[in-house]
């Protein structure tokens, strides 16, 4: 039986490998030409970020319209609130796969450190 600590192990180590194979993927296609410019990596990693939070707004937009659960119109196998969230999940992991970001560690690590803290984080809402 696998503890705790070897699956995490084991869910850091493939979600780095798939983070890697993600940024090959978007680079190849061209998505990453502002960095090869020369430009900035504080400026591109910047920008990169913002089209994080805009798939966030997309899927927020997909809530307000009352239009989640509605097949996406990219991939109308899923819903759109499935298409959004993938889209959050690629660019970030994009990002970490251009920055050499040790994501899949920082996930397990944070679970973990989540559990400690009191529940709905101190009384939160949301």
């Known amino acids: 039986m696998s503890s705790a600590s ?18 090959a993927g978007i680079r190849e296609d ?6 090869d410019t020369g430009a900035p990596g504080w400026a591109v ?3 990169k970020t913002g089209l994080i939070m805009t ?43 251009a920055r050499g970001l040790r994501l899949g560690p920082a996930i397990a ?4 450190a989540n559990r400690s803290r009191p529940r709905a984080h101190g009384g939160k809402r949301f």
């Not at 070897?6 to 940024?23: F, S, T």
């Not at 061209?30 to 960095?35: D, E, I, T, V, Y």
């Not at 690590?109 to 973990?112: G, H, I, R, S």
Request: charged residues 35%.
């Open 30 to 35: 061209g998505h990453w030409a502002l960095a």
């Open 6 to 23: 070897d699956i995490a192990r084991e869910l850091a180590e493939k979600i780095d490998r798939l983070a890697g194979a993600v940024h």
């Open 45 to 47: 990693a910047g920008l």
């Open 109 to 112: 690590a944070k679970l973990l």
């Open 55 to 97: 798939e966030g707004a997309e899927l927020l937009e997909e809530y307000r319209a009352g239009t989640e659960r509605e097949p996406s119109k990219r991939i109308p196998e899923f819903t759109r609130e499935e298409d959004e969230c993938a889209d959050i999940v690629i660019r970030a992991l994009d990002l970490a796969g």
